[in-house]
């Protein structure tokens, strides 16, 4: 079957880094995203990664390792309302779309 | 302008009734999408339409069907509603290439509370 698999849900501090990993075992891969999803609201994309190596944007940064299976999403000068969930989805070999049940960031003072 | 949009946002409605909910989208995108997010936030892929062909998951209850008009539109349509069934439901687009799905743009959710 395909999975993907992210941490339920990290806490970190105000201005402070934070790392979500997310591991996926899927038919074939074509490429993954990461979305932000503010409670309440709609999924909004943050990032796409298909090559190996990392994407930078701003205080967000994706990673991609192909071999392992293996993305990460790291946010920079954590602020307040980086508050959400962040889902990781990935692109199979049908180019469906794979996603994690998502990862709550929780931003305290 | 709206990218995508879809209504009604709030939907109150008792077991056994059939309901619609309706999205369109203004970014000329090829492909459409209806998805079921529950309590859990977990999104669940029902459907995935563009003027070729669409794609539904099996897991989805034929209870759900989607409509499409054109390709700026694709309603979904839920005939006996039962409890289970209530969740946010997400309307979503995007341009389809060789590279597949590409970014999804949301609609703002539809909440569905079946009593």
């Known amino acids: 079957g395909q999975n993907i698999d992210q941490p339920t849900e990290m806490t970190a501090t105000e201005g402070a880094i934070v790392q979500i990993n997310c591991t996926y075992q899927?038919?074939?891969?074509?490429?993954l995203f990461w979305y932000q999803q503010h409670a309440g609201e709609a999924p909004t994309f943050l990032s796409y990664?298909?090559l190996d190596g990392l994407e930078e944007k701003g205080r967000f940064s994706s990673f991609l390792s192909r071999s392992k299976g293996y993305s990460y999403l790291l946010l920079k000068e954590l602020q307040m309302k980086d508050s959400a969930s962040y889902l990781c989805?990935?692109?199979?070999?049908?180019?469906?779309?794979?996603w994690g049940a998502g990862t709550k960031l929780i931003i305290k003072p | 302008d709206t990218a995508v949009s879809q209504t009604p946002k709030y939907l109150v409605t008792q077991m056994g009734n059939d309901k619609s909910i309706k999205c369109e989208q203004n970014?000329?995108?090829?492909?459409m999408y209806w998805y079921k997010q529950d309590s859990k936030k977990f999104l669940k892929i029902m459907f995935s339409?563009?003027?070729?062909?669409?794609?539904i998951n099996e897991t989805v209850p034929n209870r759900f069907s989607p409509k499409s008009p054109d390709k700026a539109h694709l309603n979904l349509h839920i005939n006996s509603l039962e409890l289970g069934d209530s969740a946010v439901y997400f309307c979503?687009?995007?341009?389809?290439?060789?590279?597949?799905?590409?970014?999804?743009?949301f609609g703002e959710g539809s909440r569905l509370t079946v009593l």
């Open positions: 979503a687009s995007s341009q389809f290439s060789d590279r597949g799905p590409g970014e999804l743009f």
């Open positions: 970014l000329g995108h090829d492909t």
């Open positions: 339409y563009n003027n070729k062909e669409l794609i």
């Open positions: 899927t038919s074939g891969f074509n490429g």
């Open positions: 990664n298909v």
């Open positions: 989805a990935v692109v199979d070999s049908n180019y469906q779309l794979i």
